[in-house]
């Protein structure tokens, strides 16, 4: 045997200092270490020595085969602490880069948040309060308290998405903001000057003026004397104050089951200016609301004196009012959440 294994270990040291990667350090370890390399060599020859140097040269053989491993060892743990150095800064995110670098966009309340909270301001500026009531609602509030018992033919005006909860059609999503009138006036304290805006729900096909889930602010005004021309009146001043005075209003003879007289509530269209456009069916109108003088009966279901005590209602489209005042076309542009769309307005 011929190998002088200070010579063999130097050899591989000096080959490990040049490596880099773990796959390139396991097959030179193979060939460090494995029966064909020159200690594998050297072991398989120690069968052929005499007994008292096989002792010798496989002590010396071990030693060798040691501290190769130990400067594997140590090779393998410099590459790896190198190479999770690399990756860490590879991965390094400078937060600060941005700030110096652009200015970051900031978002902004939905248009028709906007508007709610801007028609809560005109009313709040008359003098009425503001108040919510429950999206999901019993059929007592949405549609009985409102002079509207089971089987009415008027409940055809409202198509209902009815809950599967209690007994069946008991339970659904309010349709318009009225049944928030009964739970205030169900609260007992009067005179009531409030508005009350929120979220309804109906079985609407989507076109340029209906969506299924759309908004409504409702106002009740109850107190002594209360009268028609006061209806009309808050309408009009309402109207100049949020469209301005170019725009006109007027109140057209309808039918709700829970005010009498009924009336509806008719702004100039603003897309077309009153000429006639597809969005008010050609008619240079646009229907908001509707409203009337609160209905003995209504009264009557909260217990409420209707000989001592009168009253109004009226209830708008709040995506019908954005609709009008940002001159939208369609309406379903305000629930696609076309980010094109929404940061125009
Ligand atoms: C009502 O909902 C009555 N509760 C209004 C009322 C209140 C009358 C108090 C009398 C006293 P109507 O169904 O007409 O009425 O709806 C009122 C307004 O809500 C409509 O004029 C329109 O502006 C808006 N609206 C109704 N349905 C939709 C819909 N599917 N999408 C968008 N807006 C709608």
Request: aromatic fraction near 2%; hydrophobic fraction near 40%; avoid cysteine.
């Given at each position: 045997m011929d190998y002088n294994l200070e010579i063999v270990v130097q050899d591989a040291k000096d080959a490990l200092s040049t490596i880099d990667d773990l796959e390139e350090l396991s097959r030179l370890r193979n060939n460090l270490l494995s029966k064909k390399s020159q200690l594998g060599t050297a072991r398989s020859?120690?069968?052929?020595?005499?007994?008292?140097?096989?002792?010798?040269?496989?002590?010396?053989?071990?030693?060798?085969?040691?501290?190769?491993?130990?400067?594997?060892?140590?090779?393998?743990?410099?590459?790896?602490?190198?190479?999770?150095?690399?990756?860490?800064?590879?991965?390094?995110?400078?937060?600060?880069?941005?700030?110096?670098?652009?200015?970051?966009?900031?978002?902004?309340?939905?248009?028709?948040q906007r508007t709610r909270d801007e028609l809560e301001d005109v009313f709040v500026g008359m003098g009425f309060s503001v108040n919510e009531g429950p999206e999901v609602e019993t059929d007592w509030y949405n549609f009985e308290a409102l002079n509207i018992p089971p089987a009415h033919p008027a409940r055809g005006m409202w198509d209902t998405f009815y809950l599967d909860l209690g007994e069946p059609e008991t339970v659904l999503l309010r349709t318009h903001t009225s049944p928030t009138q009964i739970r205030v006036m169900e609260s007992g304290e009067l005179p009531i000057y409030a508005v009350m805006p929120g979220r309804c729900y109906r079985r609407d096909t989507p076109d340029s003026r209906h969506l299924p889930i759309f908004h409504q602010i409702e106002g009740l005004v109850v107190d002594i004397g209360i009268s028609f021309a006061n209806l009309a009146g808050t309408i009009e001043d309402f109207t100049t104050a949020y469209f301005g005075a170019g725009i006109h209003s007027r109140l057209r003879p309808s039918y709700f089951p829970f005010t009498e007289p009924s009336a509806e509530f008719e702004i100039t269209c603003t897309i077309c200016a009153g000429s006639g456009c597809r969005t008010c069916s050609h008619t240079g109108w646009i229907e908001l609301g509707g409203c009337g003088m609160v209905h003995p009966a209504v009264f009557e279901a909260v217990g409420i004196d209707s000989k001592r005590w009168t009253g109004f209602a009226f209830g708008f489209g709040i995506d019908r009012c954005a609709q009008m005042r940002y001159q939208i076309p369609d309406m379903r542009v305000l629930m696609e959440n076309d980010y094109r769309f929404m940061k125009q307005l």
């Open positions: 020859s120690l069968a052929t020595l005499p007994l008292d140097q096989r002792r010798e040269i496989g002590a010396k053989i071990e030693l060798a085969r040691k501290e190769i491993e130990s400067a594997l060892a140590e090779r393998r743990q410099l590459i790896e602490v190198r190479t999770r150095k690399e990756k860490l800064a590879a991965d390094e995110i400078d937060i600060t880069e941005w700030l110096e670098s652009s200015t970051p966009a900031r978002g902004h309340q939905h248009i028709v």
